[in-house]
Nanobody
Framework: VQLQASGGGLVQAGGSLRLSCAASGRTVSSYAMGWFRQAPGKEREFVAAINWSGGRTYYADSVKGRFTISRDNAKNTVYLQMNSLKPEDTAVYYC??????????????????WGKGTQVTVSS
């Protein structure tokens, strides 16, 4: 499985961005998917997770109410809609996938596949 994240960029505080994570190589419709981020000088942190059907979603407290994770299994793609962006959201955002269930994503356990990341920069 190859994951390609896109949609990052430079946005002013309060603005919005939509990240996409397109999978190729095989279908990920049975996989739990997640978004993580890593800011300069900080460890990578969990942002959001979604189970295989899209029926269960989980968020880090820092993004709850502002970010929405969703998926389109027909397109083999997961999305992260980011609204009300803050400068502290600045980071490289990575998507990841695992067949082990959404709990593995939320627990920041070992993920089976990672994308290369897309830069999100929020100016104040």
């Amino acid at each position: 499985v190859q994951l390609q994240a896109s949609g990052g960029g430079l946005v002013q505080a309060g603005g919005s961005l939509r990240l996409s994570c397109a999978a190729s190589g095989r279908t990920v419709s049975s996989y739990a998917m997640g978004w993580f981020r890593q800011a300069p000088g900080k460890e990578r942190e969990f942002v959001a997770a979604i189970n295989w059907s899209g029926g269960r979603t989980y968020y880090a407290d820092s993004v709850k109410g502002r970010f929405t994770i969703s998926r389109d299994n027909a397109k083999n793609t997961v999305y992260l809609q980011m609204n009300s962006l803050k400068p502290e959201d600045t980071a490289v955002y990575y998507c990841a996938a695992t067949p082990q269930g959404v709990g593995q994503v939320v627990a920041q356990g070992s993920m089976d596949y990672w994308g290369k990341g897309t830069q999100v920069t929020v100016s104040s």
